[in-house]
């Protein structure tokens, strides 16, 4: 029998993984972004936030395939739960976060009409092929607003461009990492979920959605230290809308998938902060440490209630 530090490091090795995939490949897809002229909010909102996207991609497009609706759906909403909560209030608490007008009007409204039509959709505990396609279409009407909506600009200084051949292997040796942790990481929380006597839901929207959270925050709170708080509001913004329209959509499409009856009530959850984080990019110019300390706790309550 395996012992507790054990299954430990067998959960923690493949987040190791994800992580430094995760990072690989954001590097290397920024780089090459950097020298077509992409500005730095719309590499937040496409490259970096589909980059740190990947390990919600991988795990929950593993576990579609392998008939775990609880952890592939759990995962996306858990992720962007953590994403919004824990991840954007601590990067706020790091210094006040500053936010641009276009980002609430426009992604902000897109991730609260993504979460409602999530919630709808799940209220029967099946996602299904041709809610899957929905999803994936939301997708491309929402990247083909971002080209027509003018924000691409002609230089760009999210990172400084290097070898293209050199990025190219960093993208692709990143892609690989992510892909096999993303493996193990389904396995290791489906055996996790079954010796602890808890649901995989409850394992999926905590434990594996933590995890593979953990390029957003990363690449939120160095964003935020270097002074580009529109990187990292728009990366966190742009990754819960891929983890929706994006994640879903093809996990859908590998489906149908069953879900939990507890699915429903954390969509709830999700749309609720959604709808808070909206709210506060809304009124003020600003997102202040105060109110990113709001949404610690409030996304330290809902951790500890999935798992009560």
């Keep these: ?75 996306v909403v858990g992720s962007n739960v953590f994403n919004l909560g824990f991840v954007l209030g601590t ?5 006040t976060l500053d936010r641009t007008r276009r980002l609430v009007h426009r992604d902000g409204a897109a991730l609260v009409l993504a979460s409602a039509v999530l919630l709808v959709l799940l209220r029967d505990g099946r996602l299904t092929r041709p809610e ?8 491309v009407v929402y990247l083909s607003i971002l080209i027509r909506s003018g924000t691409i600009a002609t230089v760009a200084e999210t990172v400084e461009p290097t070898r293209p051949l050199a990025d190219a292997g960093r993208l692709l040796a990143g892609l690989v990492l ?31 959605a ?11 709170v160095v964003a935020a230290r270097r002074g580009h708080s529109g990187l990292s509001v728009g990366s966190l913004l742009g990754s819960d809308l891929f983890n929706v329209l994006g994640v879903l959509g093809v996990a859908g499409l590998l489906g149908p998938l069953s879900v939990s ?44 209630v999935n798992l009560v």
Excluded: C
């Design 261 to 304: 009856p507890e699915a429903p009530r954390s969509v709830v959850w999700l749309l609720g902060t959604v709808l808070l984080v909206v709210t506060l990019l809304w009124t003020g110019r600003q997102l202040t440490r105060l109110e990113g300390a709001v949404l610690v706790v409030l996304a330290g309550i809902r951790w500890a």
């Design 210 to 220: 933590a995890g593979t959270s953990t390029p957003e925050l990363v690449t939120a």
């Design 1 to 75: 029998m395996a012992t507790p530090a054990l299954k430990l490091v067998v959960i923690l090795a493949p987040i190791g993984g994800l992580w430094i995939g995760a990072r690989l490949l954001v590097e290397g897809a920024s780089a090459l972004a950097a020298r077509l002229g992409v500005s730095r909010l719309v590499v937040g909102l496409t490259v970096v936030a589909f980059g740190t996207s990947m390990p919600e991609f991988a795990v929950t497009a593993e576990a579609a395939l392998a008939g775990q609706g609880d952890i592939a759906v759990g995962n």
């Design 91 to 95: 990067t706020a608490l790091l210094g």
């Design 178 to 208: 992510v892909v096999g942790s993303a493996r193990l990481l389904v396995e290791s929380a489906s055996t996790l979920a079954a010796a602890a006597g808890v649901s995989e839901w409850a394992i999926g929207v905590t434990v594996v």
């Design 132 to 139: 899957g396609g929905l999803f994936l279409l939301g997708l």
